[in-house]
């Protein structure tokens, strides 16, 4: 250890023991600077777990001597770690979890970039393409299991919400635990790791023992959401499009908590997607859900829906205020109905090739101000497509709080302009100021000072 934090050299446990060396000289090379950056970004947040700060810049600053090397050795490899954040270490030792968590870096960056990403028979132009690229992925992490069960519940809300609002989370994941029900998040803190502690107990009560804690991340926000130590199955995905994708074709049903602009872009993605015409007969259970003091909260997102994707996108989910164990009971009954709809139709129970995802909700959206200012969020489109719009003017808005590319584009240009139908703007900056009102933008302790500004037209 030296003041800057710890020095240590740390082996995988599991297959990411074996490289070639191929692989590990694209983590040597200096050539390679772009793909050391995003190693050394995404590592650093891994072992970062437990952080009470979602500034990823910040973490940077704050470790800017950290280093990270692979070690080629005959019987596999090794990382050597320079001035690593002590919370990753227990009496000189690096925690077991986070070793892992570590390693799912290792694995995801090389296998992205070495194989998918200069694999020339996949267009990802394609949205066929796009969906058998996120396979590879998912199969490469090991977390597409061919004897598995309609059981895996997809989890999404803020990572900054009340003290109540994460116990809530928790009895919800208790629930489901009990119901033998596996939970995949996120992965960072918040809503995303109240489910899984939940879980974690109602699995040990009923003696099931392979209970599984799925982490679903990507580079740019994992710095902000830094993995939280319960997860035990971790994967990167490129952008967070994929990492959308991800969700809700390995999961087979989904549960909403309170949250801010994140938890907006994820329910406006899966009613987009939902509300395409050729998902229209596929069961697919979509629960909202929090505490007696998160009413308010859920009235809020129904009006929003109901103002601008109309009653059509409401009926696709259901709204269960402070009942943990009816949101369980709901999620297991109607998952028994996706698993027969899955299996008369032969599609398979650890993927969802049948769910049809239209390409503008693949295709990856790095926002800029011309791109925030020029967004369609008119009425006069499929309600499918606007909510793909406002999905990315909720996304613009997540990059502009904690993306390290988001944050240069407003310090640079100042706070993004949305623009569009004034019933949809005035009905967008109500809901926004309720998030920076109830501090739903950033970790409490910080002062959020707003990277969008709605402009009527």
Known sequence: MNNNGINARVTPKGNMDILSRHEVNLLRNKKNEQLQELFRRCALAVLNCGSLS?????LLEKYKDFEINVIQQPRGIKLDIKNAPESAFVDGYMIQGINNHLFSVVRDIIYTDSVMMKNTSLNLKSSEQVTNFIFHLLRNANLLKTNCETDIVVCWGGHSIKRNEYEYTKEVGYQLGLRALNICTGCGPGA????????????????HALGRYIGVTEPGIIAAESPNPIVNELTILPDIEKRLEAFVRLGHGIIVFPGGVGTAEEILYILGVLMHPKN?????????????????YFEMIDTFI????????QVLYKIIIDDPESVAKYMKSNLEKVKTYRRKRRDAYYYNWLLKIDPIFQKPFEPTHALMANLDLHKDQEPHQLAANLRCAFSGIVAGNVKAQGLAEIKKHGPFQIA??????????????????QGRMKLPGSTYKPCYRIVNK
Request: net charge negative.
């Open 280 to 296: 229209k007969a596929m069961p697919y259970p979509l629960v909202l859900t929090g505490p007696e003091s998160s009413r308010d």
């Open 420 to 437: 569009g139908d004034p019933e949809i703007m005035l009905s967008m900056d109500k809901m926004l100021r309720a998030f920076v009102d």
């Open 54 to 58: 979602d500034d990823g810049e910040s």
């Open 192 to 207: 995303m790791k109240g489910p899984m502690k939940g879980a974690a107990v109602g699995h040990a009560k009923q003696r």
């Open 306 to 313: 109901g103002q601008t994707l109309g009653t059509e996108a």
